[in-house]
């Protein structure tokens, strides 16, 4: 059976910058669920953040570029889908803003999840915790009970 997650910028942040204090966990989600056939979602502005997000923190053009290319096959392989920004879920994430005092990209990943009825993974803790009511949130502390590893489902006949 597969499963589907609306996966956070700062998973991929964590998973691509050695220094984060969520590089193991942000490792282990990104081969777990990239690697997989689950069904991955994402705002099509998360890759701008990420990009953004390593050059600001490495300093580190070629890494950034690296980083962009590196999303870019996840979304050509279909492992990584893109949902876009439209006039509806900038209205529902608004509400979300208002009602859940979220940042604007937080917002529209969260509306995300909602709408597709899936889990959020997460290494925003607070972001979890503020929108628990609408979302489940899969985070840097449940991840061990909620994503069963590659190796684990691959054991199992």
Known sequence: MLDSYVLDSSV????L???DKYY??????VKRLLGSDDVVYASAIAPVEVCAAVARRTKDKVSARETMVQIAKWISLGRLHMLYLNAGRMRRAQKIAIEYYV????????QIAEEMKI????FDQPLAERISSIVKAITQDNLAEEITPLEEEESHP
Request: net charge neutral.
């Open 12 to 15: 991929l942040v964590a998973s």
């Open 103 to 110: 940042r604007g990209m937080d917002a529209i990943i969260v």
């Open 24 to 29: 193991k966990e942000g490792t282990i989600v």
């Open 17 to 19: 910058i050695p220094s």
């Open 119 to 122: 889990p959020l993974v997460t």
